[in-house]
């Protein structure tokens, strides 16, 4: 299932449970990687070839 192209939304409680996020990343055909990083104010300027989805577990975004 592609995504729609355009800028990063941040949707904020769209999961209540570790287990809701990881039946979307099973529905949305995603491949399911672990980042860890420190807190920034935002990312440098860059792009992906393929679809990207993230989950923040833990912290805020």
């Known amino acids: ?3 729609e192209p ?3 939304k941040v949707i904020h409680n ?3 449970s570790k287990e809701e996020v990881l039946e979307d990343i099973k529905k949305l ?3 399911p ?3 860890v990083s420190d ?3 935002e990312l ?3 792009w992906h070839d393929v679809d990207n ?5 833990e912290g805020k975004s």
Do not use: E, I
């Open 33 to 35: 990687t672990v980042y």
């Open 14 to 16: 769209f999961h209540s």
């Open 53 to 57: 989805c993230g989950y923040v577990m």
């Open 6 to 8: 355009g800028p990063m």
């Open 29 to 31: 055909d995603l491949w």
């Open 44 to 46: 440098p300027l860059h």
């Open 1 to 3: 299932m592609a995504l």
């Open 39 to 41: 807190r920034m104010d």
